[in-house]
């Protein structure tokens, strides 16, 4: 190993982690670094102290490391060289180097937070950003800190850039290995593949093309997962020569099927492996000299306001697709074909986004509750952001791990010791002993990519699944679809190492209740209507295709959504009873008293219900009394608006009797807004005391708010009210002559002959607002219109009454009506 391009930067290594105890090295995909780098710390004094923890993001990496570096120093993985995996573990008390997956330094930070044994840890990787690595590095910088200052820290990346690195680490060293690489050729698509179009033809015509341009070599085809690795196998099968053989790795094989693709090709015999991501850069693949890149990688991505995480496929980064390329220049020159035109490249993002940016934190936060700290605490390259946080902690509420103030309950510190996510862990803990094998089933099938192959992979019952993980050849017989056995058998045996001493289980009862332990939010009620769409307990909608045979089910728990923002496909579920939602549940249950204004009904309903969440699982009618009921029809004046009511007369005038006053009083008037949306808006005050009784639009229609109104402003307003601006004005023959304040200025109507011997004009606002006067005439028919009544007497009067004398000869038509007696009264008729 001596030759490996690292060994120029071991020596620069070894002085910054004796002298400063921290380092960042860069180092391309080939140069050695994940092999060679720990090997030679080994020998360094300070390495006496403890062990040399080097973190992998994958188990299949950890345990490929942990292999090659106890074969070059002639021992088996376990000696001086170990690993730890989920499940699996070699380490002896002679280990000097444990390889492990990042998840588990976090566990064992929780217990030990000093890391007692342990010289140095290194991040290897760190350019792929997994959540796990972004905390471990984060926590074992606080232990440095706080607990350890001779723990040394070592971050190894093949592309992040080392100066941001350095930086968190208060300006640790940076070493640099260029590496050595055989130039690759890139060949581009002369034409964009459709956008809808799936990528395995293309893929499958492609790798044929490359083998046959390129007569050595092995082939490294990257794919986002391994549904597609399937598809192309497939497509390729029969169309290979016969010393080709295509070869699928991917991070769900069991580990001898994935040592397959890490050995070298037979002498005479080529292979094409068919990989995800994960051949990046974590593994070295001998042989390969041609690489075809699908150009699509599969993320999960969480939404904080949908409270869920969703698979998406997206494009590479340009990050990404150069550490692909690589790939094939690592032994000899060689080509790289991409599935994607030269344009298309430019639109490509530089570097993928770190996954704590964009993933569930309910892990993230349950560990650092444990771990006594907030973000904010801890040194991060990205913080978590705080929306997905937030979500996380209310989670980790919901499941009892946290307490009200956050602080990690005893069953919380149980479920981050659990091989499993914070919501699989909290079921299987959860779960009643006779119920944990299935517990464990289920809990393996969803974190696997599933049991069921083809079509039948869009069966959305769990129960089917579980069947055809119970027994295959009967649900292939039964259902008619394929069961993927060696996915089965994996998830068989991780099912078992879940349920510990639990015994086999028969049947799926109690599935539902399960299901729900581990996705309490997402518990759903069908709505009303004949397609199957449901309501989930956090508030988000859901459905199910139409014709989907768990559509007529009234309560599901959906275990798989597709995270989409307006309304969640369901993907996997299982039925759930009302009952054992009730008793499950019961101590989060809300009791609740509800009057409202129905908008679909249009009328007021008071209920008691018992409530999940978003879900009403009781309800019954009653009556909640007069003050609810007027509240309620409050929300109902604002859904109908306040042309509803029954505007009177009597109401409409002292409505613009107010107005017309509050604008003479101004900003210092204490009179109300009786503007429609005024009115609206305080319809709490004179509104709901007098509308218990009214329940639906019909009885809004029926009522006249004139004695709300009056009521509303009280005794004194309404005197002050009564004296600036009155509502009829009294005419000299003892008649009531409405005013009308919708006009400016506001005016009176009044027969002529009520008027005689009213010498001065008419006025309001204790004589400082003059009215506009209309005489009528005895057929209260309008005449004029004066804004001078004194003067009208002496002029116009005249003309007037040689007009009407001869219409009206039985009224009085005096010469002077200033000093006229006024009349109610016409002459009797003569004999």
């Given at each position: 190993?001596?030759?490996?391009?690292?060994?120029?930067?071991?020596?620069?290594?070894?002085?910054?982690?004796?002298?400063?105890?921290?380092?960042?090295?860069?180092?391309?995909?080939?140069?050695?670094?994940?092999?060679?780098?720990?090997?030679?710390?080994?020998?360094?004094?300070?390495?006496?102290?403890?062990?040399?923890?080097?973190?992998?993001?994958?188990?299949?990496?950890?345990?490929?490391?942990?292999?090659?570096?106890?074969?070059?120093?002639?021992?088996?993985?376990?000696?001086?060289?170990?690993?730890?995996?989920?499940?699996?573990?070699?380490?002896?008390?002679?280990?000097?180097?444990?390889?492990?997956?990042?998840?588990?330094?976090?566990?064992?930070?929780?217990?030990?937070?000093?890391?007692?044994?342990?010289?140095?840890?290194?991040?290897?990787?760190?350019?792929?950003?997994?959540?796990?690595?972004?905390?471990?590095?984060?926590?074992?910088?606080?232990?440095?800190?706080?607990?350890?200052p001779d723990l040394r820290i070592l971050v190894m990346s093949a592309t992040l850039d080392g100066e941001s690195a350095a930086r968190l680490m208060g300006g640790a060293p940076v070493i640099r290995s260029e590496g050595r690489a055989f130039p690759v050729a890139l060949r581009w698509r002369s034409t964009p593949l459709p956008p809808a179009a799936r990528i395995e033809p293309a893929m499958?015509?492609?790798?044929?093309?490359?083998?046959?341009?390129?007569?050595?070599?092995?082939?490294?085809?990257?794919?986002?997962?391994?549904?597609?690795?399937?598809?192309?196998?497939?497509?390729?099968?029969?169309?290979?020569?016969?010393?080709?053989?295509?070869?699928?790795?991917?991070?769900?094989?069991?580990?001898?099927?994935?040592?397959?693709?890490?050995?070298?090709?037979?002498?005479?015999?080529?292979?094409?492996?068919?990989?995800?991501?994960?051949?990046?850069?974590?593994?070295?693949?001998?042989?390969?000299?041609?690489?075809?890149?699908?150009?699509?990688?599969?993320?999960?991505?969480?939404?904080?306001?949908?409270?869920?995480?969703?698979?998406?496929?997206?494009?590479?980064?340009?990050?990404?697709?150069?550490?692909?390329?690589?790939?094939?220049?690592?032994?000899?020159?060689?080509?790289?074909?991409?599935?994607?035109?030269?344009?298309?490249?430019?639109?490509?993002?530089?570097?993928p986004p770190p996954e704590i940016r964009e993933a569930d934190l309910s892990a993230l936060a349950l560990d650092l509750a444990i771990w006594g700290a907030a973000p904010e605490d801890l040194l991060w390259l990205d913080p978590p952001p705080a929306a997905a946080y937030a979500q996380g902690v209310e989670l980790l509420k919901a499941l009892g791990a946290l307490d009200a103030e956050g602080?990690?309950?005893?069953?919380?510190?149980?479920?981050?010791?659990?091989?499993?996510?914070?919501?699989?862990?909290?079921?299987?803990?959860?779960?009643?002993?006779?119920?944990?094998?299935?517990?464990?089933?289920?809990?393996?099938?969803?974190?696997?990519?599933?049991?069921?192959?083809?079509?039948?992979?869009?069966?959305?019952?769990?129960?089917?699944?579980?069947?055809?993980?119970?027994?295959?050849?009967?649900?292939?017989?039964?259902?008619?679809?394929?069961?993927?056995?060696?996915?089965?058998?994996?998830?068989?045996?991780?099912?078992?190492?879940?349920?510990?001493?639990?015994?086999?289980?028969?049947?799926?009862?109690?599935?539902?209740?399960?299901?729900?332990?581990?996705?309490?939010?997402?518990?759903?009620?069908?709505?009303?209507?004949?397609?199957?769409?449901?309501?989930?307990?956090?508030?988000?909608?859901?459905?199910?295709?139409?014709?989907?045979?768990?559509?007529?089910?009234?309560?599901?728990?959906?275990?798989?959504?597709?995270?989409?923002?307006?309304?969640?496909?369901?993907?996997?579920?299982?039925?759930?009873?009302?009952?054992?939602?009730?008793?499950?549940?019961?101590?989060?249950?809300?009791?609740?008293?509800?009057?409202?204004?129905?908008?679909?009904?249009?009328?007021?309903?008071?209920?008691?219900?018992?409530?999940?969440?978003?879900?009403?699982?009781?309800?019954?009618?009653?009556?909640p009394g007069p003050e609810a009921w007027g509240l309620a029809a409050v929300e109902g004046l604002r859904d109908l608006g306040i042309s509803a009511l029954d505007w009177s007369p009597a109401a409409q005038r002292l409505r613009d009797r107010v107005e017309w006053l509050k604008g003479r009083e101004g900003a210092e008037s204490d009179l109300p807004d009786w503007s429609d949306a005024g009115?609206?808006?305080?319809?709490?005050?004179?509104?709901?005391?007098?509308?218990?009784?009214?329940?639906?639009?019909?009885?809004?229609?029926?009522?006249?708010?004139?004695?709300?109104?009056?009521?509303?402003?009280?005794?004194?307003?309404?005197?002050?009210?009564?004296?600036?601006?009155?509502?009829?004005?009294?005419?000299?023959?003892?008649?009531?002559?409405?005013?009308?304040?919708?006009?400016?200025?506001?005016?009176?109507?009044?027969?002529?002959?009520?008027?005689?011997?009213?010498?001065?004009?008419?006025?309001?606002?204790?004589?400082?607002?003059?009215?506009?006067?209309?005489?009528?005439?005895?057929?209260?028919?309008?005449?004029?219109?004066?804004?001078?009544?004194?003067?009208?007497?002496?002029?116009?009067?005249?003309?007037?009454?040689?007009?009407?004398?001869?219409?009206?000869?039985?009224?009085?038509?005096?010469?002077?009506?200033?000093?006229?007696?006024?009349?109610?009264?016409?002459?009797?008729?003569?004999?």
């Amino acid at each position: 190993m001596t030759d490996l391009p690292i060994e120029e930067a071991i020596p620069a290594l070894r002085a910054a982690l004796r002298e400063e105890g921290l380092a960042v090295l860069e180092a391309p995909p080939g140069a050695g670094k994940t092999t060679r780098v720990p090997l030679a710390l080994m020998g360094e004094d300070w390495a006496a102290q403890g062990r040399i923890l080097m973190l992998e993001p994958r188990r299949v990496a950890a345990r490929a490391a942990a292999e090659r570096m106890a074969e070059t120093l002639g021992e088996a993985a376990g000696e001086r060289i170990g690993y730890r995996i989920r499940g699996e573990s070699r380490i002896s008390g002679r280990t000097r180097v444990e390889v492990l997956t990042e998840g588990i330094l976090t566990r064992r930070m929780q217990s030990d937070p000093g890391l007692e044994g342990v010289a140095c840890v290194i991040f290897d990787e760190f350019h792929e950003r997994s959540i796990h690595a972004d905390l471990g590095l984060a926590l074992c910088l606080q232990a440095r800190s706080l607990l350890r200052p001779d723990l040394r820290i070592l971050v190894m990346s093949a592309t992040l850039d080392g100066e941001s690195a350095a930086r968190l680490m208060g300006g640790a060293p940076v070493i640099r290995s260029e590496g050595r690489a055989f130039p690759v050729a890139l060949r581009w698509r002369s034409t964009p593949l459709p956008p809808a179009a799936r990528i395995e033809p293309a893929m499958a015509e492609t790798i044929l093309e490359a083998l046959a341009a390129e007569p050595q070599g092995d082939l490294l085809a990257f794919l986002p997962g391994a549904p597609e690795i399937g598809r192309v196998q497939a497509a390729l099968s029969g169309r290979l020569p016969s010393h080709i053989e295509a070869i699928p790795l991917h991070g769900a094989l069991p580990f001898a099927e994935q040592r397959r693709a890490l050995l070298p090709a037979p002498e005479g015999r080529r292979r094409v492996v068919l990989a995800t991501s994960i051949a990046e850069t974590s593994l070295t693949l001998p042989g390969v000299r041609i690489v075809v890149d699908g150009g699509k990688a599969r993320r999960a991505r969480f939404d904080p306001g949908a409270g869920m995480s969703r698979l998406v496929t997206e494009r590479v980064s340009k990050a990404e697709a150069a550490q692909r390329a690589g790939r094939a220049g690592r032994v000899a020159p060689g080509t790289a074909w991409r599935l994607w035109t030269e344009a298309e490249e430019g639109a490509l993002a530089a570097q993928p986004p770190p996954e704590i940016r964009e993933a569930d934190l309910s892990a993230l936060a349950l560990d650092l509750a444990i771990w006594g700290a907030a973000p904010e605490d801890l040194l991060w390259l990205d913080p978590p952001p705080a929306a997905a946080y937030a979500q996380g902690v209310e989670l980790l509420k919901a499941l009892g791990a946290l307490d009200a103030e956050g602080r990690p309950t005893p069953h919380g510190r149980a479920m981050a010791s659990a091989p499993l996510g914070p919501r699989l862990g909290h079921m299987l803990l959860s779960a009643p002993p006779e119920r944990k094998p299935l517990a464990a089933r289920l809990a393996a099938l969803l974190e696997d990519r599933g049991v069921l192959r083809g079509e039948a992979r869009r069966e959305t019952d769990l129960r089917r699944h579980l069947e055809a993980l119970a027994d295959p050849g009967r649900y292939e017989a039964e259902r008619g679809g394929a069961v993927d056995r060696p996915a089965r058998a994996r998830i068989l045996e991780e099912a078992k190492r879940l349920a510990g001493r639990g015994g086999a289980t028969e049947g799926v009862e109690g599935l539902g209740a399960l299901a729900a332990l581990a996705f309490p939010d997402r518990v759903a009620q069908r709505r009303k209507g004949e397609a199957p769409r449901y309501l989930l307990s956090g508030g988000k909608g859901g459905f199910l295709d139409p014709g989907d045979p768990l559509g007529d089910e009234p309560w599901l728990v959906a275990a798989d959504l597709d995270g989409d923002l307006r309304e969640t496909r369901i993907r996997r579920a299982a039925p759930i009873s009302r009952a054992e939602i009730l008793d499950l549940f019961a101590d989060r249950l809300q009791s609740e008293e509800v009057c409202q204004w129905s908008r679909p009904q249009g009328a007021s309903l008071a209920r008691r219900r018992k409530r999940f969440g978003a879900l009403i699982l009781e309800e019954e009618a009653f009556d909640p009394g007069p003050e609810a009921w007027g509240l309620a029809a409050v929300e109902g004046l604002r859904d109908l608006g306040i042309s509803a009511l029954d505007w009177s007369p009597a109401a409409q005038r002292l409505r613009d009797r107010v107005e017309w006053l509050k604008g003479r009083e101004g900003a210092e008037s204490d009179l109300p807004d009786w503007s429609d949306a005024g009115l609206l808006a305080s319809a709490e005050d004179w509104f709901a005391p007098f509308a218990g009784a009214l329940r639906r639009a019909a009885d809004f229609a029926r009522f006249d708010p004139a004695e709300a109104l009056r009521a509303s402003l009280g005794h004194e307003r309404l005197r002050r009210l009564d004296r600036r601006a009155p509502g009829s004005f009294e005419t000299p023959a003892g008649t009531r002559a409405p005013i009308d304040y919708s006009v400016h200025p506001p005016a009176l109507e009044a027969r002529l002959q009520h008027l005689f011997g009213l010498a001065r004009h008419p006025s309001i606002d204790e004589g400082r607002a003059p009215l506009a006067v209309r005489l009528l005439s005895p057929a209260d028919r309008p005449m004029q219109t004066t804004g001078d009544l004194p003067a009208f007497w002496r002029g116009a009067y005249s003309e007037l009454r040689k007009d009407m004398r001869g219409r009206y000869p039985r009224h009085e038509w005096p010469e002077d009506p200033a000093s006229a007696a006024p009349t109610t009264r016409a002459k009797p008729r003569k004999a």
